[in-house]
């Protein structure tokens, strides 16, 4: 399989890591930074998908559009097939295709042609920043006229991108897979704080840097790899304190942080969006996998979840992740199968729900053993060997 952009070809393999890779070189711009404000990169972008069908087209414009509304660029794919539903129920028949079809091929232009005004209607008055239109678009004539229509009612960056693909057997198994939900081509384990005593085949483990993970690690009889990108979220000068002490000694940080997670930066500590940005290239090496166990910490795991989940920024700071648990993540179709696996260690209930009113504490969670908390995280776990496979 190839991948054809406005600005040159890359090669890429089976693999869904090589595709988010591909694509991300040809549509972020500038590159983002640790700790940069990625919401704030205000240039437009169109991404116009190019390919016979069962190429793959669909499935890359979605993991693209997970993948920049997890970075904080606000992303939507317009699916033009989407649109010819709406108006018909021609396309169930293979003739509604055909290049001779005269009707068929007026309402497919109608189609676009509703969608690129869609695209247009969006940018404008939604605040969106990138735009992906899912179609075939094969014909010259078809991108010509994306182009002078774009041209017209808006000023951005546009690109278009080919997915090329003459491997029969891979064509085949997207077409089955497009009917029945795709095979499942990897499996992620998220686990937050247990003990594991259990051998799965082809399996890594990966841990932070942080004690308490590598030591939940050491019980898995498989590889392990440590990355100092799984640390928890630094805390600042929060370190250590728990909320109450936290509205005690800074209120206003409280009530602002309450207003918006995502963005909010502890003093000398980092925020969400920092965090998102660090666990980029575990998101990358993370595609390319087939059996991993992430063993990290709850505000990790969070960005993690948001990414594969497609849960927006403003939600990602609030997802449960409950302690001593196993999260399975399989690949199906267009997203993710999600299993919750509790072991039988006890713990407290550290979720903090956002509060109605910013910087109150009644949704504040229980003390953890000490009566302390680092970013919703029990600092000294119980552990107890369990097998994965009771």
Same mark, same amino acid.
């Given at each position: 399989?190839?991948?054809?952009?406005?600005?040159?070809?890359?090669?890429?393999?089976?693999?869904?890591?090589?595709?988010?890779?591909?694509?991300?070189?040809?549509?972020?711009?500038?590159?983002? *930074? +640790?700790?940069?404000?990625?919401?704030?990169? =205000?240039?437009?972008?169109?991404?116009?998908?190019?390919?016979?069908?069962?190429?793959?087209?669909?499935?890359?414009?979605?993991? %693209?559009?997970?993948?920049? *509304?997890?970075?904080?660029?606000?992303?939507? $794919?317009?699916?033009?097939?989407?649109?010819? =539903? &709406?108006?018909?129920?021609?396309?169930?028949?293979?003739?509604? @295709?055909?290049?001779?079809?005269?009707?068929?091929?007026? #309402?497919? &232009?109608?189609?676009?042609?509703? +969608?690129?005004?869609?695209?247009?209607?969006?940018?404008?008055?939604?605040?969106?920043?990138? +735009?992906?239109?899912?179609?075939?678009?094969?014909?010259?004539?078809?991108?010509?006229? /994306?182009?002078?229509? /774009?041209?017209?009612?808006?000023?951005?960056? %546009?690109?278009?991108?080919?997915?090329?693909?003459?491997?029969?057997?891979?064509?085949?198994?997207?077409?089955?897979?497009?009917?029945?939900?795709?095979?499942?081509?990897?499996?992620?384990?998220?686990?937050? @704080?247990?003990?594991?005593?259990?051998?799965?085949?082809?399996?890594?483990?990966?841990?932070?840097?942080?004690?308490?993970?590598?030591?939940?690690?050491?019980?898995?009889? +498989?590889?392990?790899?440590?990355?100092?990108?799984?640390?928890?979220?630094?805390?600042?000068?929060?370190?250590?304190?728990?909320?109450?002490?936290?509205?005690? =000694?800074?209120?206003?940080? @409280?009530?602002?942080?309450?207003?918006?997670? @995502?963005?909010?930066?502890? =003093?000398?500590?980092?925020?969400?969006?920092? #965090? $998102?940005?660090?666990?980029?290239?575990?998101? !990358?090496?993370?595609?390319?996998?087939? *059996?991993?166990?992430?063993?990290?910490?709850?505000?990790? %795991?969070?960005?993690?979840?948001?990414?594969?989940?497609?849960?927006?920024?403003?939600?990602?700071?609030?997802?449960?992740?409950?302690?001593?648990?196993?999260?399975?993540?399989?690949? $199906?179709?267009?997203?993710?199968?999600?299993?919750?696996?509790?072991?039988?260690?006890?713990?407290? *209930?550290?979720?903090?729900? &956002?509060?109605?009113?910013?910087?109150?504490?009644?949704?504040?969670?229980?003390?953890? !053993?000490?009566?302390? #908390?680092?970013?919703?995280?029990?600092?000294?776990?119980?552990?107890?060997? /369990?097998? %994965?496979?009771?």
């Amino acid at each position: 399989m190839s991948l054809r952009g406005g600005c040159g070809q890359v090669m890429c393999g089976g693999r869904t890591g090589g595709i988010t890779a591909a694509i991300k070189k040809f549509t972020i711009t500038p590159q983002i *930074n +640790a700790g940069d404000a990625v919401s704030q990169t =205000r240039t437009r972008h169109i991404v116009v998908m190019v390919g016979l069908p069962a190429r793959g087209k669909t499935y890359m414009a979605k993991k %693209l559009t997970r993948y920049l *509304n997890w970075i904080g660029i606000k992303t939507k $794919v317009f699916n033009n097939g989407d649109y010819v =539903r &709406k108006i018909t129920e021609q396309y169930r028949d293979h003739n509604f @295709f055909r290049p001779d079809n005269e009707e068929a091929s007026l #309402l497919r &232009k109608k189609c676009s042609l509703d +969608a690129i005004k869609d695209i247009v209607r969006w940018l404008q008055n939604e605040d969106g920043r990138v +735009a992906v239109f899912d179609a075939t678009n094969t014909t010259r004539d078809r991108r010509r006229m /994306i182009h002078q229509l /774009i041209e017209q009612n808006l000023r951005c960056k %546009l690109f278009f991108i080919e997915s090329i693909c003459d491997d029969e057997q891979l064509i085949e198994a997207n077409i089955k897979a497009s009917m029945t939900g795709f095979l499942s081509i990897g499996l992620c384990v998220l686990l937050c @704080f247990s003990s594991l005593d259990s051998r799965v085949w082809q399996l890594k483990v990966w841990t932070s840097w942080l004690q308490r993970t590598i030591q939940t690690g050491r019980e898995v009889d +498989a590889p392990t790899e440590r990355w100092k990108a799984l640390n928890e979220i630094d805390a600042g000068i929060c370190e250590e304190l728990t909320y109450a002490e936290i509205k005690e =000694r800074y209120p206003e940080d @409280f009530a602002s942080r309450d207003t918006n997670k @995502f963005s909010f930066r502890y =003093r000398r500590g980092e925020s969400y969006e920092d #965090l $998102v940005a660090r666990l980029e290239p575990v998101i !990358m090496e993370l595609e390319r996998e087939s *059996n991993v166990l992430v063993v990290a910490h709850q505000a990790v %795991l969070r960005c993690l979840l948001a990414y594969f989940r497609d849960i927006p920024t403003d939600e990602l700071p609030y997802v449960e992740v409950p302690l001593h648990t196993v999260i399975k993540l399989t690949p $199906v179709a267009y997203g993710c199968e999600i299993e919750y696996v509790y072991l039988d260690v006890p713990s407290v *209930n550290t979720h903090r729900a &956002k509060p109605k009113v910013p910087g109150e504490l009644t949704t504040a969670p229980l003390p953890s !053993m000490e009566g302390r #908390l680092v970013e919703e995280e029990v600092r000294q776990p119980v552990y107890k060997p /369990i097998s %994965l496979c009771e």
